[in-house]
């Protein structure tokens, strides 16, 4: 989130480059669980370093997964301000359409931006932590290195369930808010006034160039891929594999991304 410091009327911009963000939620996603395996262990240092190393899940969501997605949002909207513009330009809109679209533009942009949104999003993110532990599920499935004694959680296993998974959550949780706002950009688009063209060689009466919304997306499916990835090596290295295995995480994937990125067209 980077415009919760306005509720504190910070003036100046919170971590101003995608490069600064990235970094910052690698070392407070990622290098923690390291540090605190190494600096507090829990039953057995060499034990809990082995299976944390081992984890290429983790690895995936926070060490990559986490800085791709945030690398995506400005990826992302460059290239989507690229096709929102053709239709400014394309000659698709009367004059008093562009500025209706101007004005729903920046609505958009506000509304990514939004302080309350991205408030939502946070407390959306640690109501599910709660969730886990008010169910009494919070150490079901987690890996060997969060937990130590019977089902008690690790420093390490602390910093993951507080710190690291609320960053996943609130990233893909924004990811969601960000296609919402697209698909209703498109929505009053596609109210407006459009001049279409019959016989335009693209056989889309002029709209071919919205496919490259599709490629937008390109970073953030793979911050999902990743995810995935991860969740699939961890299953090859427990020799859990069946032939439903990859077909279920491969497949679930795609049909994900495929909705979240082609369903707004």
């Not at 407070?28 to 390291?34: D, K, R, T």
């Not at 190494?38 to 034990?47: E, N, Q």
């Not at 016989?199 to 709209?207: E, S, T």
Request: hydrophobic residues 55%.
């Amino acid at each position: 989130p980077r415009g919760l410091p306005g509720f504190v009327r910070l003036s100046v911009p919170a971590l101003p480059t995608v490069r600064s963000r990235a970094l910052l939620a690698l070392a407070i996603g990622w290098l923690p669980l390291l540090l605190l395996i190494l600096l507090v262990p829990g039953h057995d240092r060499a034990s809990d370093l082995r299976d944390f190393l081992r984890d290429l899940g983790t690895h995936a969501r926070f060490a990559f997964a986490v800085p791709i997605l945030l690398v995506a949002h400005v990826e992302t909207a460059r290239r989507l301000g690229v096709v929102v513009r053709h239709f400014a330009i394309s000659g698709l809109l009367p004059s008093d359409a562009v500025e209706r679209l101007r004005g729903e533009l920046a609505s958009a942009r506000a509304a990514v931006r939004a302080p309350s949104a991205e408030l939502l999003v946070l407390l959306l993110a640690y109501a599910f932590i709660l969730w886990l532990f008010a169910t009494d599920i919070s150490t079901h499935g987690l890996p060997a290195w969060t937990v130590v004694g019977r089902g008690q959680l690790s420093a390490a296993g602390w910093w993951h369930m507080l710190v690291s998974l609320p960053i996943l959550l609130m990233l893909l949780m924004g990811w969601l808010w960000r296609i919402l706002l697209w698909t209703r950009l498109l929505h009053k688009v596609a109210a407006m006034d459009l001049r279409l063209i019959v016989a335009h060689p693209d056989n889309a009466g002029g709209l071919g160039f919205l496919a490259q919304s599709v490629r937008a997306f390109s970073t953030f499916a793979m911050g999902i891929g990743c995810i995935t990835a991860g969740r699939f090596a961890n299953v090859h290295l427990q020799g859990a594999t069946t032939p439903l295995t990859g077909s279920f995480l491969i497949g679930g994937t795609v049909a994900l991304v495929l909705l979240l990125c082609v369903a707004p067209l």
